[in-house]
Antibody
């Protein structure tokens, strides 16, 4: 059974950094693309980043490009999102999602998310 | 970037009603269009992928159609558990983009 569990959220000051984790079980990251998606309070879904099954492709939303970095540790079957230079507008619930394919096609499993609040 | 526009943004309907939500892409995306349902406080759930394929375990009252730029999600006979927010999503190209959502509530 596929399970995705995010952690690492919290309250952080503007300009600081935070690293989110997504522990995966029931499948291997080495065979699937993985995504980060965020949802600001009361707002819709915003795609953040994707990493392909072999790490050869990483893509980001314009809103986070140059500040966020997606990575993974196959030995731990864990996905990461390093978030630097955080801004108030980055406040959201961040969720990881498993892609059905090796890249990006459709998201067939989602985690429950971890809340990141950027505030002084 | 490909813009996804859903209509309506909100919709009131009754149990057993037939409901249609539309999604329009700013350029052709073939059939790289997916639909998700999100209940308050819950993770999104995949309903339809590749424009018209029903995800395993999703009731057959949900169906999707379309190709190119215009797509629809239809719920044949609304059930109480269907009142939620629905999102379309394109994966034709990165960045992946979502529609703004359609909130379906009880009339």
């Amino acid at each position: 059974q596929v399970q995705l569990v995010e952690s690492g959220g919290g309250v952080v000051q503007p300009g600081r950094s935070l690293r989110l984790s997504c522990a995966a079980s029931g499948f291997t990251l080495a065979r699937h693309g993985m995504h980060w998606v965020r949802q600001a309070p009361g707002k819709g879904l915003e795609w953040v980043a994707v990493i392909s099954y072999d790490e050869s492709n990483k893509h980001y939303a314009d809103s986070v490009k140059g500040r966020f970095t997606v990575s993974r540790d196959i030995s731990k079957n864990t996905l990461y999102l390093q978030m630097n230079s955080l801004r108030a507008e980055d406040t959201a619930v961040y969720s990881c999602a498993k892609d059905s394919s090796t890249g990006w096609f459709y998201f067939d499993s989602w985690g429950q998310g971890t809340l990141v609040t950027v505030s002084s | 970037d490909i813009q996804m526009t859903q209509s309506p943004s909100s919709l009131s309907a009754s149990v057993r009603d037939r409901v249609t939500i539309t999604c329009r892409a700013s350029q052709s995306i073939s059939t790289f269009l997916n639909w998700y349902q999100q209940q308050p406080g819950k993770a999104p759930k995949l309903l339809i992928y590749d424009a018209s394929s029903l995800q395993s375990g999703v009731p057959s009252r949900f169906s999707g159609s379309g190709s190119g730029t215009d797509f629809t999600l239809t719920i044949a006979s609304l059930q109480p558990e269907d009142f939620a927010t629905y999102y379309c999503q394109q994966t034709f190209s990165v960045p992946v983009t979502f529609g703004q959502g359609t909130k379906l509530d009880i009339k």
